[in-house]
């Protein structure tokens, strides 16, 4: 069952029924401003952190879901309703929200009246803008009253929730009825007067008929929001907010004959003075309001607003050119061209803090999350890409370990998370061998780079990754393999933790010493990338750096097959007693996924292709498919814990069948996917792809519940009570390793050092496609004829020249370069 359809042409879904299983969301804003709408106009807005500078407000875990947004009433003749639905509920004869890339538009019409709403950020602009248009479908003329609302947030998400007891009276807002450009605004200064250099201003470019700023005035006491007293009344209330809880509202009356539109511009935005100009008077009392008037000035006219939707638009054309796929299967076409990509821009900024199913509070940015939402995301804009690399290992220690998070607003490192999880620093190096395979930018390595932002501490960033191999070098255990310290990149295998106090974090407390818990997830992940580090050690003309480290590299690799290996598949770990994880020889948590993905994507074992039935590659795969797979792709482990294994940590702590314990945890599904290329079965990784990957799991939106059109962190296991419901829809790193695994490996047009390797590997479902990749200026036009048959490799024609191997040396800026790829 579908609630809605994709419209490729416009690059949107379209929700075409409020009744969605959950509110399906947006992403508005990629630079520093952001907002989350929902297809029914609910969410909130932030300036660059989520936690520390939220706008306006919203509750999590409200009955019903989905409060706080913002609304507009409509009050046609005594008949009030909202377009968005929520929060009146109000029977719509006609609703239609569309999600596209940085932008929603959401229309409803009652009564003969059509009111289309469409919000967005426009670049380079700390505000989000919505410009609304009334048209009257009836045969009649008709008048009625549009009532604006958002509910301010005082600025600090989490005091917002908890701090009675002194917000309740620190609350203050000014009002200009008639602003400079002949519109209305209302000014939220809450701590303006004291410590704060910022306000927040919301504006309607038309003069207003009345305001209201105080909650209780405008709803009403014991009101929900869908019952608000203010436009019942049809009439504004002119209060003014003191204490208590500031909100933003205009009326404006609008008379419209048959097939008149109006359109109206109401922009919220936030805005910052220096020290010495906060006030425009002496006396200090009111807000100098220069740069709200100046963004107000700059929306005052649809036409402006139009302007700056159309250079959203077209800007997002430019970020979506640099690659693309044209197949002949839609849904492969539409995840790959708009949807994967755009879900990677909204992890990328947002990191794991701010969704509807993260608050914005707890979670900074992550050390490890970071470096993996950069794989999918540095081909769209690498200047970005470096800036963050370089935030990221200004967090690391001098001995190469590294906090878990960091926060966007101060840059520095989480002391609440701390550090210890020790597959950390390796990805670091696969976040920089990313950056400089898709840019060329070998300067970067030179960058100087401090350890945990102390000034004077700075080194170039090649010794950050040099501290990270050796981080791992150094913290080994009695099989070689590395010591797993807090956890590894599964946060919830916790084996030091041994945790009996109810509530307690797993990843913070206190952890047992005098184990030897290591984990073969991180001796995979370290045979992966520590060829990238050797390779980077010899560009920089260092060989003798890069030979010490493709020894240490063999060594781990030997220990993996010597020590890592339980049979059929990958052991997981071994526990602070040094027993195995994730063997046949116990009843639960036999195999799991994470090893086997990442041994095979590092190469180890992978034998002499498909067909070697002895290679453990193939056997680790093939127990994988026979014992993870489900219709709705890998669950994590098999089977689930169905009792809590304190020697385990959190892992066991789920329900079986969710999250880390025998969730399909979709994060980890790509790494199985490449790893099925790896060895040459194409048609297995496309299988599995096509079980997670959101549009061809639309025809079941009812099972799946959430959104069509981007991934999420999880997907309800075979065990599962609810098996196939997904869970966390848009934070998860799964949008960056599944365009990984889909663009350069299934498609199999990656960036390397020299060139672009072309190595498709899809299966025979896909028997042609072509591929256009802008790389470093040049543009390669890739056609393949795809016999799909495993094992094959492809030969290739550059410029009508056959080449040996699979490499399409990098091309000069400007030119176009075309590759006939045939398998
Ligand atoms: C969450 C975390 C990520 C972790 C994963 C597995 O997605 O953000 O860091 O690797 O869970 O536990
Ligand atoms: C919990 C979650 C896990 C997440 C971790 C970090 O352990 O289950 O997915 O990564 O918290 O906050």
Redesign the pocket.
């Known amino acids: 069952m579908r609630f809605g359809h994709f419209d490729d042409e416009a690059r949107e879904y379209v929700i075409t029924t409020p009744h969605t299983p959950y509110p399906w969301i947006n992403y508005l804003g990629s630079e520093q401003f952001f907002s989350l709408v929902s297809h029914q106009a609910g969410g909130y807005s932030f300036y660059r952190d989520a936690k520390m500078r939220r706008l306006t407000r919203y509750r999590y875990n409200n009955i019903p879901a989905d409060a706080g947004g913002r609304y507009l009433y409509v009050n046609d003749g005594g008949d009030v309703w909202t377009p968005s639905w929520l929060p009146v509920k109000a029977d719509l004869d006609h609703f239609e929200a569309r999600h596209g890339l940085g932008y929603s538009r959401i229309t409803g019409e009652r009564g003969g009246l059509r009111v289309e709403t469409l919000i967005f950020v426009p670049l380079g602009e700390n505000a989000e803008v919505q410009k609304v248009t009334f048209t009257n479908t009836s045969d009649a003329a008709k008048t009625f009253t549009a009532f604006s609302f958002v509910e301010f947030c005082l600025w600090n998400a989490q005091d917002d929730q908890t701090n009675y007891q002194r917000n309740l009276s620190i609350g203050e807002v000014e009002v200009e009825e008639t602003g400079p450009h002949g519109g209305s605004a209302i000014y939220h200064k809450t701590e303006y007067r004291e410590r704060r250099d910022h306000y927040a201003v919301f504006g309607v470019n038309a003069q207003a008929d009345g305001f209201d700023t105080d909650r209780d005035t405008f709803v009403g006491a014991y009101n929900s929001l869908g019952e608000a007293a203010v436009p019942r009344a049809g009439r504004s209330a002119n209060s003014v907010a003191s204490g208590w809880y500031p909100i933003g509202s205009h009326s404006v009356s609008v008379t419209l004959e048959p097939g008149e539109s109006r359109e109206l511009v109401y922009v919220l935005g936030y805005l910052e003075n220096a020290d010495e100009e906060k006030w425009a008077d002496d006396a200090h009392q009111v807000v100098n309001k220069t740069g709200a008037h100046a963004l107000l000035g700059r929306f005052a006219t649809a036409e402006q607003a139009d302007a700056a939707f159309d250079a959203l638009r077209a800007h997002w054309t430019g970020l979506l050119s640099t690659y693309s796929v044209t197949s002949g299967d839609e849904k492969l076409d539409r995840m790959v061209n708009i949807w994967n990509q755009y879900q990677c821009m909204v992890t990328f900024n947002m990191s794991?803090s701010a969704s509807y199913f993260e608050t914005g509070i707890g979670?900074g940015m992550?050390f490890?999350?970071s470096n993996q939402d950069l794989l999918g995301f540095v081909h769209l804009v690498p200047e970005r890409a470096r800036e963050r690399i370089i935030d990221i290992a200004s967090t690391q220690f001098a001995d190469g370990s590294a906090y878990h998070q960091y926060q966007p607003l101060t840059k520095r490192g989480n002391n609440d998370i701390g550090s210890g999880f020790n597959d950390d620093p390796l990805w670091l190096i696969a976040g920089v061998a990313a950056y400089i395979k898709e840019t060329g930018d070998d300067s970067i390595l030179d960058e100087p780079v401090p350890f945990d932002n102390e000034p004077g501490s700075e080194v170039p960033l090649f010794e950050h990754l040099t501290r990270s191999f050796e981080f791992t070098v150094a913290n080994r255990g009695p099989h070689g393999l590395p010591l797993i310290g807090r956890?590894d990149?599964?946060?919830?295998l916790n084996l030091n933790c041994f945790s009996t106090t109810p509530g307690e974090s797993f990843q913070t407390t206190e952890n047992q010493a005098g184990g030897v818990a290591e984990s073969v997830f991180i001796a995979a992940q370290f045979v992966l990338y520590g060829p990238e580090y050797a390779a980077l050690a010899e560009r920089r003309g260092l060989p003798d750096v890069a030979a010490a480290a493709r020894r240490h590299v063999d060594e781990v690799r030997s220990a993996v097959l010597e020590h890592g290996w339980d049979g059929a598949w990958f052991l997981r770990a071994y526990d602070y007693y040094g027993n195995p994880v994730g063997t046949d020889a116990k009843p639960e948590g036999k195999i799991w996924i994470e090893p086997q993905g990442f041994a095979v994507m590092a190469g180890i074992g992978v034998g002499s292709g498909p067909d070697d039935a002895d290679a453990p590659a193939i056997q680790a795969l093939d127990s994988v498919g026979d014992m993870l797979g489900t219709p709705h792709g890998l669950v994590l482990q098999y089977p689930a814990y169905t009792t809590y294994q304190i020697e385990l940590g959190e892992v066991s702590t789920y329900p079986p069948g969710y999250k880390?314990n025998g969730g399909i945890?979709c994060?980890n599904n790509p790494w199985v996917i490449i790893a099925e290329t790896v060895v040459g079965r194409g048609d297995r990784a496309f299988d599995y792809y096509r079980r997670i990957t959101p549009a061809y799991r639309e025809d079941i939106s009812d099972v799946h519940r959430l959104e069509p059109y981007v991934y999420a962190?999880m997907i309800a296991g075979k065990e599962a009570v609810r098996a196939g419901e997904a869970k966390n829809s848009w934070l998860?790193?799964t949008a960056a390793w599944n365009f990984v695994a889909v663009s350069q490996y299934l498609l199999g047009v990656r960036p390397d050092y020299d060139g672009l390797v072309v190595d498709p590997q899809i299966g025979p479902d896909v028997p042609s496609y072509s591929v256009t990749r802008v790389a470093r200026g040049a543009t390669y036009e890739i056609s393949v004829t795809n016999s799909g048959a495993r094992g094959a490799r492809g030969s290739l024609t550059v410029d009508g020249r056959p080449v040996e191997g699979n490499l399409v040396p990098y091309a000069p800026a400007g030119s176009t370069v075309r590759v006939e790829v045939v398998l």
């Open positions: 794991r979670r992550g490890r999350d956890a990149w599964n946060d919830c880390e945890f994060h962190q998860t790193g």
